[in-house]
């Protein structure tokens, strides 16, 4: 802590000179191993006196000697960069795979215990682009402001991705073309856009706002080890589970919901309650959405299983039923069955973005930053 500087640096040229000797003592002349030796000799007597000047001169003499033996070139340069770079993706990469992967939620299966992507229709004027600026960091909030230009009709909206985490929707209409920063699902649900609707010059096609789904870290690891606890937010893949389609270019799609049956489990639902082994579901997250206060409604009878209050439903032992806190808008194993354990992905772990504690006093907003619950 109260080492001089010029000491510490001296130290550290020491432990590199030694370090290089070690790895090309076979490869140097006898001069220029001798003039290597000398040199951290020099130094190494110099720090032991304490002599300033004396370890000045010897370590400058020590780090001239070692840049003549290994010149720096643009070469070495571009080669150290593409060795971070490549160890920073392999790390990444491994994080990704084995530990925490990222997921955006895009529906609201979950709401409000997670966000979907949701729009905020408005006939209101953007906010100026500053304060624009900081409500897409912090909250993920976007601005969209689509007029037709023409006497038109929407002909077709397709989704297009980028970068996985940002969703747009091209409206191919008669006339003209819009790329807008929303969902298809979005634009129709909360901006009543749809294919065959017509427009007159002029008119506003979308206005508002779209907050951005929740975007979450998944814990992939502790399932390895440890069962699904009943009540966890899990994410799991879709494959293989009939009634759910696959997206022609992306493939099966993920979801993320609430585990409500474990292998074995006999449920029910008798509005707004859900029944496990003849009891009511216990639990933080079951207790919130059973007290229906909005904004949870408690949980709704299903379609193809626990469709009736008087009806049970028992989970096979390789499966697990999942439930959405949204029940009244929610796709989930009601419709389509218990999940296969082989499609577990993992724990909904944390909410990472967007924010809301900075902003929440000024902004109206529904955001859950921090542990999943």
């Known amino acids: 802590m109260f080492t001089p500087r010029h000491v510490k640096h001296s130290r550290l040229l020491l432990r590199h000179a030694r370090k290089y000797l070690r790895y090309k003592r076979d490869l140097l002349s006898a001069s220029d191993r001798d003039e290597i030796v000398a040199g951290i000799e020099n130094l190494r007597h110099a720090l032991q006196q304490r002599d300033r000047q004396r370890i000045h001169s010897t370590a400058e003499a020590l780090d001239k000697t070692l840049h003549r033996l290994t010149p720096v070139t643009w070469e070495s340069h571009w080669r150290e960069n593409c060795e971070v770079i490549l160890v920073a993706i392999v790390v990444a990469v491994g994080i990704r795979s084995y530990f925490l992967q990222p997921f955006k939620i895009p529906t609201g299966s979950m709401q409000p215990t997670l966000n979907g992507i ?46 996985f985490f940002f969703t747009f929707s091209r409206l191919i209409c008669q006339q003209q073309k819009f790329l ?14 749809f294919s065959g609707r017509a427009y ?13 789904g929740d975007q979450v870290f998944v814990d992939k690891f ?36 609430r585990l409500a049956g474990l292998p074995g489990d006999e449920l029910r639902i008798d509005p707004p309650l859900l029944f496990i082994n003849g009891k009511i579901a216990e639990g933080f997250g079951f207790a919130r959405i059973m007290t229906a206060k909005p904004p949870y409604r408690g949980y709704a009878l299903g379609h193809d299983y626990l469709s009736e209050p008087n009806r049970s439903f028992t989970v096979p032992q390789d499966g697990y039923f999942a439930l959405g806190d949204n029940s009244y808008n929610s796709y989930d194993s009601r419709y389509w069955g218990p999940v296969p354990e082989e499609n577990l992905v993992g724990r909904g772990l944390f909410v990472y973005w967007p924010f809301n504690w900075p902003f929440k006093l000024a902004i109206q907003s529904n955001q859950h930053w921090g542990l999943i619950r």
């Open 118 to 163: 949701i729009g905020h229709p408005s006939t209101q004027p953007a906010p100026n682009i500053l304060r624009q600026i900081g409500e897409f960091v912090v909250l993920g909030r976007n601005y969209i402001n689509v007029v037709s230009r023409e006497d038109d009709q929407v002909l077709q909206i397709e989704q297009k991705k980028v970068l």
């Open 180 to 193: 807008v920063y929303a969902p298809p699902e979005t634009l129709n649900h909360d901006f009543n856009v």
């Open 200 to 212: 007159r010059r002029g008119d506003i096609i979308a206005k508002g706002a779209v907050d951005t």
């Open 222 to 257: 502790s399932y390895n080890f440890v069962k699904p606890h009943r009540g966890d937010v899990f994410v799991f893949r879709t494959n293989h589970i009939f009634g759910i389609r696959e997206d022609p270019d992306t493939g099966s799609p993920f979801y993320i919901k």
